[in-house]
């Protein structure tokens, strides 16, 4: 792994022999860079060349070493005739120390060049007092200063892209955990209407055919048979109109209106006529007080809640009044079912306990508050939920 690390990249193997190159070809034309400086034979020119040249192949890898080698060959120059491949390298290998340096790196080279080339300019004009002696300081910020800027501005904006991508990726993972969240929801909501809707038929046809098959009564089979038929009749159409409103949903039009508490009559006229044969007697307590109209949510919730409750009871109850109670005070909507608990001779139709899951999913939704279990000789369904719209819950 290391040496895969290490390994230089093509561009900069490239680089690499194209500077030694064109450095040989510079020194063999007589090019120099400081043609009044013999403080050595021209050829010690080629060995600051031949010391940094190869660092360009790590300039990616190592650029802090590379750094290192670069100043000390291209100062090394400054006492040789001079090559201009020995400038144009060490150019180059400032502007790769803070692209790809480390960010400490990135941050001081840019200061650091520039306050160089304010030290040279001001030390050239105090010593040689010459206009010319500007130009010494003109070349050390183009040599250090220019490459370290440019590579400064090439990193922020590498670093601001990559910001903006990672922000692109996060909204588009937070955009698919909403979305996904979004169909959960909505399974749950579509499970919760499909048991609330169809499990009460479907309970009353396994009552009533379990008890056709039974007891060996044409007339009571036929009476069986004849709250079956009815049962199926209702949920078939149910269970149409659920997909029914499924489909014209992504149409974009118009929902079918939806139960509420003005048909809880209704709802015990049927459990009247599937609990008759399990001895199981229905009444309803209608105590609400005179107010504004109830949230169109918590009225479906109320009239789910209670539709459930008595499936429960055609299921489980022991022979018995089954008591219904809606009452409407103090900001809050409260749903009473209380049924005989007990044991229960006769068929029984089996139970999941999806419902009770589906009452309270429903009233928690809300806001409301949920409970269910045995008081004494009743089984107690109760469930608070907000009457008024500010206080519904999102």
């Keep these: 792994m290391q040496s895969k690390t290490l390994r230089p990249h093509r561009d900069d193997v490239l680089l690499a022999v194209a500077s030694v190159l064109a450095g040989l070809l510079l020194w063999s034309l007589g090019v120099h860079t400081?043609?009044?400086?013999?403080?050595?034979?021209?050829?010690?020119?080629?060995?600051?060349?031949?010391?940094?040249?190869?660092?360009?192949?790590?300039?990616r890898t190592a650029p802090r070493l590379t750094l290192a080698v670069g100043t000390a060959a291209v100062v090394a120059d400054q006492f040789t005739v001079g090559n201009l491949g020995t400038v144009i390298?060490?150019?180059?290998?400032?502007?790769?120390?803070v692209v790809y340096g480390k960010p400490a790196m990135a941050r001081r080279l840019p200061v650091s060049t520039g306050l160089v080339t304010v030290v040279v300019t001001v030390v050239a004009v105090a010593w040689l007092r010459?206009?010319?002696?500007?130009?010494?300081?003109?070349?050390?910020?183009?040599?250090?200063?220019?490459p370290a800027?440019?590579?400064?501005?090439?990193?922020?904006?590498?670093?601001?892209?990559?910001?903006?991508?990672?922000?692109?990726?996060?909204?588009?993972?937070?955009?698919?955990?909403?979305r996904a969240q979004a169909v959960a929801a909505e399974r749950a909501r579509m499970a919760r209407e499909l048991h609330d809707m169809v499990a009460n038929h479907l309970s009353a046809i396994a009552i009533h055919s379990t008890a056709a098959l039974s007891i060996d009564s044409p007339a009571t089979?036929?009476?069986?048979?004849?709250?079956?038929?009815?049962?199926?009749?209702?949920?078939?159409?149910?269970?149409?109109?659920?997909?029914?409103?499924l489909r014209e949903a992504g149409a974009g039009q118009e929902a079918a209106a939806v139960p509420c508490l003005d048909g809880l009559e209704a709802l015990l006229e049927r459990a009247r006529a599937n609990g008759a044969a399990s001895g199981l007697d229905f009444v309803l307590q209608d105590a609400r007080r005179p107010g504004p109209p109830l949230p169109a949510p918590v009225e479906l919730a109320a009239?789910?809640?209670?539709?459930?409750?008595?499936?429960?009871?055609?299921?489980?109850?022991?022979?018995?009044?089954?008591?219904?109670?809606?009452?409407?005070?103090?900001?809050?909507?409260?749903?009473?079912?209380?049924s005989p608990y007990g044991d229960r001779p006769g068929p029984r139709a089996p139970g999941?306990?999806?419902?009770?899951?589906?009452?309270?999913?429903?009233?928690?939704?809300?806001?409301?508050?949920?409970?269910?279990?045995?008081?004494?000789?009743?089984?107690?369904v109760r469930a608070e939920l907000p009457a008024e719209d500010g206080t519904v819950a999102e």
Excluded at 89 to 97: K, Q, V
Excluded at 237 to 243: K, S
Excluded at 306 to 326: C, D, F, I, R, W
């Design 149 to 178: 800027l440019t590579g400064a501005t090439l990193r922020n904006h590498r670093e601001a892209a990559e910001a903006a991508r990672l922000r692109a990726e996060q909204t588009a993972l937070l955009a698919e955990m909403d």
């Design 221 to 245: 089979s036929r009476e069986a048979l004849g709250v079956i038929r009815e049962n199926s009749v209702q949920g078939l159409a149910e269970m149409r109109r659920l997909i029914g409103l």
């Design 89 to 97: 390298i060490f150019t180059d290998l400032m502007y790769a120390a």
């Design 352 to 380: 999941s306990g999806a419902g009770l899951v589906g009452m309270r999913e429903r009233t928690e939704l809300l806001g409301g508050t949920f409970t269910a279990g045995p008081r004494g000789s009743v089984w107690q």
């Design 303 to 338: 009239y789910r809640i209670v539709q459930e409750s008595l499936t429960n009871a055609l299921k489980h109850a022991a022979a018995g009044t089954v008591a219904v109670g809606v009452a409407r005070r103090d900001g809050l909507l409260t749903v009473a079912v209380e």
């Design 34 to 59: 400081g043609n009044n400086r013999h403080l050595f034979p021209a050829w010690a020119a080629l060995v600051p060349l031949l010391a940094i040249g190869p660092m360009e192949l790590l300039r």
């Design 130 to 146: 010459t206009p010319q002696s500007l130009m010494i300081g003109v070349i050390t910020g183009i040599v250090c200063f220019g």
